[in-house]
């Protein structure tokens, strides 16, 4: 395994049990790892299966206070660190320091929509999930059970995407521009390039 400064995961599509296992062997490992759009993970299983069980998870409580524990968060990049929490020995100092490297937020917030995205092949349900089978969306779990943001982010989302396609499109045309200059000045600079080739350039 090759170790990065940080590595910048795209949640979307893919199954969330696999990106987890996945992810958090590389933490235990040493390595920094962000997961975005947290909201788009896939879970299989049809909706109404998927929503039966979380009603099921919010009846675990202490029945003398609830406040407690255990904890019930909404947000779907909980969602997923609780199920990365439970694939580490979190009460270890090992696993809280694993836990530190982890980052995961809904949508794609401002340093990390210019850096470089990943995906996990081996986690995207197109690839693992057999054609035809049931899935539903973090998201739609999430917001039906009380997360209030889905609205704010799909909304940030657009302008980021609206953002992303101006910036797509400019260097889209700097390009074509550098080849034809490329292209223009070939002739002029052979010998040039003739002389650097001889120095090993």
Known sequence: MTYEKEIVIDGKGHLIGRLTSIVAKHLLNGQKVTV?????????????RNKLKYLA???????????RGPFHFRAPSRIFYRTIRGMIPHKTARGAAALERLKVFEGIPAPYDKLKRVVVPAALRVLRLKPGRKYCTVKRISSEMGWKYQGVVERLEEKRKAKAQVFYQRKKALNKLRTKATATV????????????AFGY
């Open 57 to 67: 998870y919010l009846r675990k409580r202490c029945i003398i206070n609830p406040a």
């Open 36 to 48: 975005v759009r947290c909201e788009d993970l896939n879970v299989s299983g049809s909706f109404y």
């Open 186 to 197: 070939s002739k002029e600079v052979q010998p040039v390039n003739a002389k650097l080739a």
